[in-house]
């Protein structure tokens, strides 16, 4: 079955920067990738996602992009602000079983004002 | 539109009650997964519904663990004779369809004392 890595479990950075994580997946059947925002006390909510027809998305400051052939992908957030601070999830499913999206194991992401 | 709702959004309970959480899908949508998030912890899968087909319990930790779906809509995750090691957040997702996006509710919390 599918087994996504995800780095780094904390990343702190500063007002401004640029926040990278970086998640890889073993299962090469997989065509879709989401990303997973959860703030304090929430579920986590969808922010951006991507198939793999496609290597990159954006979507205003954040964009994902898709390694196929190295089977990892990342999420990349410009111009960091506070509100940004959340813990982030990467997944991968690869659609041809109903029950075959994983998760990467989270990570908790700080913008220091 | 309405977005899964769970309740209740907190819970605390003593050791070797029973508990029942609930879950409102988002209109419409055939698929329901359960997980467990322990503290600071990533997404643990429990249970998966799929319109009618036989639920996917892989997850389920241990026989007190069990879930129904009604009518395909609302689900009900019971835990009998808690433990103090159930204590997590209990969230719910649902799909559309057979693949794509997980919506997930904002959680309910669990604590037994």
């Known amino acids: 079955g599918e087994n996504v890595e995800q780095h780094p479990s904390t990343l702190s950075v500063q007002e401004g920067d640029s926040a990278v994580i970086k998640c890889t997946y073993s299962d090469s059947a997989s065509n879709y990738f989401p990303w997973y925002k959860q703030e304090l006390g929430k579920g986590p909510q969808l922010i951006i996602d991507?198939?793999?027809?496609?290597g990159e998305k954006k979507d205003q400051r954040i964009a994902v992009t898709l390694n196929k052939t190295a089977k990892h992908f990342s999420l990349h957030i410009t111009e960091t602000q506070p509100e940004d601070s959340a813990v982030y999830f990467c997944a991968a499913s690869n659609g041809h079983n109903n029950n075959d999206m994983r998760f990467g194991a989270g990570t908790r992401l700080t913008v220091k004002p | 539109g309405a977005g899964v709702s769970q309740s209740p959004s907190n819970k605390v309970t003593e050791k070797g009650k029973d508990v029942e959480l609930r879950c409102d899908p988002i209109s419409g949508h055939t698929a329901l997964y359960w997980y467990r998030q322990s503290l600071g912890q990533g997404l643990e899968f429990l249970i998966y519904f799929q319109g009618n087909s036989a639920p996917d319990k892989s997850g389920l930790p241990s026989d007190r663990f069990s879930a129904e779906r009604t009518g395909g809509s609302v689900s009900t995750l019971t835990i009998q004779r808690t433990q103090q090691e159930d204590s997590a957040v209990y969230l719910c997702?649902?799909?559309?369809?057979?693949?794509?996006?997980?919506?997930f509710g904002p959680g309910t919390r669990l604590l037994v004392l």
């Open positions: 991507i198939r793999s027809n496609v």
């Open positions: 997702a649902s799909r559309l369809d057979f693949v794509g996006t997980q919506y």
